[in-house]
């Protein structure tokens, strides 16, 4: 089937609880961080980002987290929806300013009604 | 509809076949990115455009592969001689100078037989 190889990590919850996604990142240089939602055979859709001089940045519903000292970012999503159910990717700048980004491995969040 | 174009949404080619795919971007847009998806991964960025001049490639843009922009507004990828590792989703991206986020395209599944 489709998702024969798909290895990736997987969060499920129940409608209603919140979610934390956690990312890890390898690069001390970056300096931006996005987290994007993506569907199933649709393209990465963007929640929120932060830049490196912040630590905490909220959205509706979501909140991300930065953690500089142990390179550590997640994201936060409050009352979790049936429709909050994709794959999340984050995704940071290694420096530079043109601003590619470099996406880490994503997970499946799974939101039981 | 505003967003990130992409056509076509689905391509199946021969191997050997030359595929080429288009982007149209936000329209108040000028910077431009193409980034390659397999399944179960993040996005891997391929190549920048700012306006008409192609800023940045990756080292997995190989010589069969070939991208412009020619006026500064729409975009297409060209791969010559496809293989079947080149099946994967191809997403094209674009941003202002000033909005750091990427609006991402829906994608274009390629498929190589």
């Known amino acids: 089937g489709e998702n024969v190889g798909l290895h990736l990590p997987t969060l499920s919850v129940q409608e209603g609880d919140n979610s934390i996604i956690n990312c890890a990142y390898s690069?001390?240089?970056?300096?931006?961080f996005i987290w994007y939602k993506q569907e199933s055979g649709k393209g990465p859709q963007f929640i929120i980002d932060?830049?490196?001089?912040?630590d905490k940045r909220q959205g509706q519903r979501v909140t991300v987290l930065l953690n500089k000292t142990v390179k550590h970012l997640s994201l936060q999503i409050a009352a979790t929806q049936p429709g909050d159910s994709a794959v999340y990717f984050c995704?940071?700048?290694?420096?530079?300013?043109?601003?590619?980004?470099?996406f880490g491995k994503g997970t499946l969040l799974t939101v039981n009604p | 509809d505003t967003g990130v174009s992409q056509d076509p949404r689905h391509k199946i080619t021969k191997r050997g076949q030359n595929v080429t795919f288009r982007c149209d971007p936000i329209?108040?847009?000028?910077?431009l990115y193409w980034y390659r998806q397999t399944l179960g991964q993040g996005p891997e960025f391929l190549t920048y455009?700012?306006?008409?001049?192609?800023?940045?490639k990756s080292r997995l843009l190989s010589d069969r592969f070939s991208a412009e922009r020619p006026k500064g507004s729409f975009s297409t990828l060209e791969i010559q001689r496809t293989e079947q590792g080149d099946s994967a989703m191809y997403l094209c991206?674009?941003?202002?100078?000033?909005?750091?986020?990427?609006?991402f395209g829906s994608g274009t599944r390629l498929t190589v037989v």
């Open positions: 995704a940071e700048n290694i420096g530079g300013s043109n601003y590619k980004l470099t």
């Open positions: 455009f700012q306006n008409e001049a192609q800023l940045e």
């Open positions: 991206a674009s941003r202002t100078g000033q909005n750091y986020g990427y609006t």
């Open positions: 932060i830049r490196s001089n912040m």
């Open positions: 690069n001390s240089a970056s300096d931006y």
């Open positions: 329209s108040e847009h000028n910077r």
